[in-house]
């Protein structure tokens, strides 16, 4: 796939794939004709990213998401347990009645990627 179509799949600008894929987010594409092109498994990688970004989960903690160390669910709740407001926040909407912050709720945010 172009970097178009993905960038239009994902509901990105094309800016903000070429951004991710020099910084290391994103794997670099191969090119065919001097136009990148994608395997269309890169949309959920994107998925992942742009939805933890959401969360407040900077890029660098985004990007242990996607290193070899450790399991994938292991990485996402050590991650996910020091984000717990504001996944809170971002998924319910409520805040707390104290400085704005959210509601504490039971259990734990998770994430599936």
């Known amino acids: 796939m172009t970097m178009g179509e993905i960038a239009k799949r994902a509901g990105l600008r ?3 794939i ?3 894929e020099r910084v290391g987010l994103l794997p670099k594409a191969a090119r065919s004709g001097g136009q990148r092109r994608y395997d269309g498994s890169i949309l959920g990688r994107l998925t992942v990213l742009e939805r933890a970004k959401n969360c407040g989960f900077t890029l660098d903690e985004v990007r242990q998401f996607f290193n070899d160390e450790g399991r994938s669910s292991e990485r996402w709740q050590s991650y996910s347990s020091t984000k717990q407001d504001p996944i809170t926040e971002v998924y319910t909407g409520r805040t707390g009645p104290e ?12 994430f599936s990627p």
């Open 14 to 16: 094309p800016s903000a």
């Open 18 to 20: 070429r951004y991710y």
């Open 99 to 110: 400085n704005g912050s959210p509601e504490k709720t039971t259990g734990s945010a998770r």
